[in-house]
């Protein structure tokens, strides 16, 4: 008997070691960790040591995957583990990229320096329950401190309870941020792109107003003053309105709640589900806000798996407005302002039609309001190279007799999706002035068409 607990005591003494030499190798920062962890039922969490080597807002970004899970598949679409940092509750991830690996990041908040212990558990009740493991490839740590450009963007991110349904639909996928002076405040913007939208505009008028199935809303706005301090805060709620926020925070981070069917906010209530997404990216100077889904090609995929998994995917007929595959689309991003509505046309090589996004309905026609998405569909099967045309034309406001007008400044990209989802090269760009207006009385044109050279 005592020799068999000696033979405890040292194995004990071993694995201890081990886990010793473990941790030291990986308490370091900024440098990429290999993990190669296994999380299951029966190792559910996989804990690091991690060296921060000066006070800062801190971000990892995780390699994963959860074997036997796929987006697209009802009951298989994700697993789910959550980031915890000296036993604080960070944030959920929910591995939207199912068995194929992604790169997920963390936004982990204010950290002091020195050594703090980084823990990744397996969350099976968050996730379906197909997804029985979560494979850890590698992580990666960087803080931001007070003097990184991007410091005060991270500082006031704000943290988003999603909705219950998360696992599956609806998932908040990123965040990006913009920044402007007001008098001689700094005005920062947090914006989030959700997989998709289950409530407020319908698919068709997503494709046809704004070239896309996911859902966009910026979700927070913040003015801090020449010392850095909070003037004013507010967040998108109900009917998209803005509201002063006067809810908890973490550290300069706000707490929002989902608080609709269509993804607005609310600064009060919590969830099972926790996103604390990391804003680095911001919007680029001459684009729409789909521009980040361009920059982050990944995003149109799982949109598209989710639409294809709620069943709400028809049959491609370019002569109805019902949304079909997004890879029988053309998008066409463009700059116009003005009173008139818009609708964009497509003409294709030997066809006499022409593919509008309208479908001849007012309701589906796209306000003029800056840089905007429209997206018309065309028969299955064709690519960019068989695009001749594309044509723009202003309408009048429904029921009103009255004449309208718009600008078009910019048409910067004409593109399809190929067959994994990504974004092909665009086959159009145009930057200049053009007048259209309704009023058949004055000179100026109601359409204007662009030929595509080959």
């Known amino acids: 008997m005592p020799r068999e607990n000696a033979k405890l005591m040292l194995r ?58 796929s987006w697209d598949k009802v009951g298989a679409e994700a697993a789910v583990l959550s980031v915890h940092v000296d036993d604080v509750y960070k944030s959920d991830v929910v591995l939207f990229s199912g068995a194929t690996s992604h790169d997920y990041q963390v936004l982990l908040g204010p950290l002091s320096k020195g050594h703090h212990r980084l823990e990744f558990r397996y969350e099976p009740r968050k996730g379906v329950l197909q997804a029985q493991k979560v494979r850890l490839e590698d992580y990666s740590l960087r803080v931001y401190g007070p003097d990184d450009p991007l ?85 998108q709620g109900r009917d998209h309105k803005a509201f002063e926020f006067r809810g908890e925070k973490e550290g300069r981070h706000p707490l929002l709640c989902i608080a609709t069917r269509n993804n607005l906010f609310s600064d009060q209530g919590r969830s099972p ?63 116009a302002e003005g009173t008139a509505r818009i609708a964009v046309s497509v003409k294709l090589q030997g066809d006499p039609t022409w593919y509008s996004s309208d ?26 190279q068989d695009i001749e045309a594309v044509r723009f034309t202003a309408y009048a406001e429904k029921k009103s007799s009255l004449p309208y007008s718009l600008t078009l400044h910019d048409v910067s990209k004409v593109f399809m999706l190929n067959e994994d989802f990504t974004p092909t090269p665009s086959v159009l760009e145009w930057h200049d002035k053009l007048f259209l207006d309704t009023d058949p009385d004055t000179p100026d044109p109601d359409r204007v068409t662009f030929k595509v050279e080959s």
């Open 359 to 384: 479908h001849g309905v007012a309701k589906l026609r796209a306000r003029s309001r800056g840089w905007q998405r429209s997206a018309i569909e065309v028969p299955s099967g064709k690519t960019c």
């Open 151 to 235: 410091y005060e963007v991270i500082r006031h991110a704000p943290i988003i309870y999603g909705r219950k349904e998360a696992y599956r639909t609806d998932v908040p996928l990123l965040m990006y941020h913009e920044r402007w002076t007001k008098d001689s405040h700094t005005v920062i913007q947090y914006t989030v792109i959700f997989s998709n939208e289950d409530g407020g505009t319908p698919p068709e008028g997503l494709m046809a107003r704004w070239g896309r199935l996911t859902d966009i809303e910026w979700a927070y706005r913040v003015e801090l003053d020449k010392a850095g301090e909070v003037a004013r805060e507010q967040y």
């Open 12 to 69: 004990a003494l071993l694995l201890a070691l081990l886990l010793c030499f473990s941790l030291a190798c990986a308490a370091r920062e900024a440098s990429e960790v290999r993990v190669e962890g296994l999380l299951n039922a029966a190792n559910p969490t996989c804990a690091y040591e991690i060296n921060v080597e000066h006070d800062g807002e801190a971000v990892v970004t995780l390699a994963a995957y959860g074997p036997g899970t």
């Open 273 to 335: 589900y926790r996103f604390a997404l990391v804003p680095e990216a911001s919007l680029p100077e001459g684009h729409s806000r789909e521009e980040l889904m361009d920059l982050n090609p990944w995003t149109y995929k799982v949109m598209a798996q989710e639409w294809s998994r709620e069943g709400m995917e028809e049959k491609g007929d370019p002569d109805t407005a019902w949304v079909s595959d997004p890879r029988n689309y053309v998008y066409v991003e463009f700059n």
